[in-house]
């Protein structure tokens, strides 16, 4: 809109053809030009103010719509109350949450939305996190738990007017969270399940390993009650001979034949082999029962050098490799533990050697082990393609394994980690400078 026009007073002046020389008259046509003037400044500060007002509304409308799209897109609920409490604005999602309509709540204490005890937490000025509540529902029932936040609502001018509160719908969550607790617990037990099926895996190679040492006694003792059992017979028919009143030719000839003297020879180192396979098998037996009658509340003084000898002597057996043995260690090296884990844990490094070693030529375990103050180092070569550098930071997670399906099921060095953990030690792994990996294991010094 453009500025009006002000007319000279001059030309006022020229074009009325009033006479000038008239000082009443000129006095008159002032005023009314001053008048004219005033009405021109007010007609233009109203078209300013027009203006300038709707600009204000413009903006004013704009904002609204902002904040009204705001509010629409928050998934979270938002009231707003007055100093009394009552209610003055809601968002969407709280109408929708609730089914009311606006109308239904506006100016309606907060009552009208939360049960008694529950508005009671919210009031105006105060702050309020998380606290959990219903809220009514139109239909006369309540809505999932929300968590709900209050802050009080600051105004420049009034100070503080009222209340905010905020709050989210957690039931899903809740449900959601529950799923994923049910779930994780679901892993959990497969989890044990699959080491326990790890430790019937190292159970079977250890059983493999006393099946293959109870075999060669048994059979000797077997060959040997059945060659005396044979023996015994031609002894009896000897003495029944003898005491059947034959002569000394008959008895000498059947002497011969039946080769009692050379079965009475063979008597001595028949027993003794017997004997001494009866030994082994009892030497075994103890073994086991050292292995799996361990109480597990109690730690004892643990001969690791044995223990991993004694391993070692369980995987050569159970395998159809030859491996050799460098064996550095002490006689006696004590640490603070439990045998029959910390002999799971020797099988467990010994048999991961013996199936990397696979196609080596000469396959080689080194033992090594000394005291460090108040713990024990032992340490564990082989002489394998060692361990990928990429694979050396994965190999004691649960499930990793380079064996492809069938092959194995990547727990046995996570086994391995948790047994000298629980121990209060240390295990870990390098390969060797010239090739093959190397495990060290720290132990509390017995
Ligand atoms: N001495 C070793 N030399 C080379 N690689 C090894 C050696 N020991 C372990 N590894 C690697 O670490 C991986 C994980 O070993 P781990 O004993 O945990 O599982 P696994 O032997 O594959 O399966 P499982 O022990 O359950 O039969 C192996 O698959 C192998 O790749
Ligand atoms: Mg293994």
């Known amino acids: 809109m453009g500025e009006p026009s002000q007319p000279p007073a001059d030309g006022l002046r020229a074009g009325s053809g009033i006479e000038a020389s008239d000082p009443e008259t000129s006095a008159a046509e002032a005023a009314w030009i001053e008048v004219i003037r005033k009405m021109d400044e007010v007609y233009s500060d109203l078209i300013r103010y027009e203006v300038d007002l709707e600009q204000k509304n413009a903006a004013l409308e704009h904002a609204q719509q902002f904040i009204g799209s705001v509010m629409a897109s928050m998934s979270d609920i938002l009231v707003v109350c007055d100093q009394k409490g009552r209610i003055l604005q809601v968002n969407p999602a709280l109408l929708s949450l609730t089914e009311f309509t606006f109308d239904d709540l506006f100016n309606q204490p907060l009552t009208a939305l939360l049960a008694e005890e529950d508005a009671q937490v919210f009031r105006p000025g105060g702050i309020v996190s998380e606290h959990e509540a219903r809220l009514k529902s139109k239909s006369g029932g309540y809505t999932d738990l929300v968590a709900m936040n209050c802050s009080p609502r600051l105004e420049r001018q009034r100070g503080m007017p009222g209340m905010v509160i905020v709050g989210r719908p ?3 969550l809740r449900r959601a969270y529950q799923g994923l607790h049910d779930a994780h ?10 080491v326990q099926a790890e430790k019937m895996a190292s159970l079977g190679r250890l059983v ?28 009896v028919r000897y003495i029944d001979a003898v005491h059947g009143g034959m002569d000394h030719a008959e008895r000498e000839d059947l002497r011969e034949q039946l080769k009692i003297d050379q079965l009475l020879k063979d008597f001595d180192p028949l027993i003794e082999g017997t004997l001494e396979g009866a030994l082994r098998i009892t030497e075994i037996v103890k073994n086991l029962r050292r292995l799996s009658f361990v109480d597990p509340t109690e730690n004892q003084k643990v001969n690791i050098a044995e223990v991993a000898r004694n391993a070692m002597q369980w995987v050569r057996r159970s395998g159809k490799q030859v491996i050799a043995l ?8 004590l640490v603070e533990g439990i045998e029959g884990p910390l002999h799971q844990v020797f099988v467990n490094l010994m048999q991961n050697s013996v199936d990397a070693m696979k196609n080596v030529p000469h396959p080689k375990i080194a033992l090594s082990g000394r005291r460090l103050g108040l713990q024990v180092l032992v340490v564990m070569r082989d002489n394998g393609p060692g361990i990928a550098a990429e694979n050396l930071s994965k190999i004691f997670e ?8 069938g092959g194995g099921t990547g727990l046995g060095l996570w086994v391995t980690w948790s047994i ?3 121990h209060g030690g240390k295990i870990e792994v390098s390969n060797s400078p010239d090739g093959g990996a190397a495990f060290t294991i720290i132990l509390p010094a017995g």
């Open 170 to 172: 957690v039931g899903e």
């Open 398 to 405: 649960p499930f990793f394994t380079t064996k492809g399906v």
């Open 208 to 235: 493999a390993g006393v099946a293959h040492e109870l075999n060669n006694p048994v059979s000797f003792v077997y060959s040997n009650v059945y060659t005396l059992s044979r023996y015994r017979e031609k002894l």
């Open 420 to 422: 000298i953990r629980d």
């Open 185 to 194: 617990l679901d892993l959990k037990r497969a989890q044990l399940q699959l």
């Open 326 to 333: 460098e064996d550095n260690l002490p006689t006696e090296l």
